[in-house]
């Protein structure tokens, strides 16, 4: 079982950043970050592949977030920058352990809490 504790989530204006991270409490080959707004269903923003450090991003976030990892502390980050009211939503760190590395929900079997964050203009 793996447990995924997310932080750094808050109230930022529009054009500013935020930067979550996410610490895992064991083995993942795969962590990414997902993200749903009220009304909406969840979706894929970033993931790394935890070994050998390959990035995907969606195409709403390119350019802007960056995902990144330090493997001695088991954590994943997400760098948000130039933030847009869009994307407000409420952030998931999500992990995985083989399969396809992928932006899609059913391919990561752990979940954490979640993290609000909220831009506005």
């Known amino acids: 079982q793996v447990q995924l504790v997310e932080s750094g989530g808050g109230s930022v204006q529009a054009g500013g950043s935020l930067r979550l991270s996410c610490a895992a409490s064991g083995y993942t080959s795969k962590m990414g970050w997902f993200r749903q707004a009220p009304g909406k269903g969840r979706e894929g923003v970033a993931v790394?592949?935890?070994?050998?450090?390959?990035?995907y991003y969606g195409d709403s976030v390119k350019g802007r977030f960056t995902i990144s990892q330090d493997n001695a502390k088991n954590t994943v980050y997400l760098q948000m920058n130039s933030l847009k009211p869009e994307d407000t939503a409420m952030y998931y760190c999500?992990?995985?352990?083989?399969?396809?590395?992928?932006?899609?929900?059913?391919?990561?079997?752990?979940w954490g809490q979640g993290t609000q964050v909220t831009v506005s203009s």
């Open positions: 999500a992990a995985g352990r083989g399969g396809p590395i992928t932006l899609w929900t059913r391919h990561y079997g752990y």
């Open positions: 790394i592949v935890t070994g050998g450090g390959s990035t």
